[in-house]
């Protein structure tokens, strides 16, 4: 991949993903609190990383300093479901032919308390919109084991956002999510 990555809230579970995501771009940017302490320990990775150690809490602020970047040929997200404004402010940061890998808890699944769309269906049909960039989903399930059942380890959750820049589908569930009940506690 030529270009940049855009790397926002994957240092911890999704670290290895953005270690493949580093290992394919020109230039890196990761976006966390602990930006500055996290490293790959890798050299040549750690040297074309840009830290910026600021929370989407504080949108303005990032997207200034993300603009500073842009465009993004490949973003792979882990932000909070609601966060409706920064999401679509970072979509017009991917470049055209660009991929937005956006992944989401399994909650983002659900319907409203008033029957109104997921969060995850509001996201797809949105970019279904965008022409110019791929866009795709990983919604994190869980793994039935027997008789019971547990959240993603780190390596699973990886595993479907990695997949997913090799091969992006529309939506990928990581693990199942069927039968809710069933999930872990």
């Not at 932000?79 to 470049?95: G, T, W």
């Amino acid at each position: 991949m030529t270009g940049t990555a855009l790397l926002l809230g994957t240092t911890g579970m999704l670290a290895a993903a953005a270690r493949h995501a580093a290992a394919q771009a020109e230039k890196c940017v990761i976006v966390s609190r602990s930006a500055e302490s996290f490293s790959f320990d890798d050299a040549a990775f750690d040297a074309k990383c840009a830290p910026l150690a600021l929370s989407y809490e504080d949108e303005p602020a990032l997207l200034a300093a993300l603009e500073e970047h842009a465009p993004f040929a490949l973003a792979l997200t882990w932000i909070r479901p609601r966060a409706e404004l920064l999401r679509a402010a970072l979509d017009a940061l991917v470049a055209p032919g660009g991929l937005l890998v956006e992944v989401m808890g399994s909650r983002s699944i659900l319907a409203g308390p008033d029957g109104e769309p997921s969060i995850a269906s509001l996201r797809a049909d949105a970019l279904a919109h965008q022409p110019d960039m791929t866009y795709a989903q990983v919604v994190l399930g869980f793994m039935r084991e027997g008789k019971s059942s547990r959240w993603l380890n780190h390596e699973e959750i990886s595993a479907a956002a990695i997949a997913q820049m090799e091969m992006p589908l529309p939506r990928r569930i990581a693990g199942t999510l069927e039968p809710w009940d069933e999930r872990p506690r």
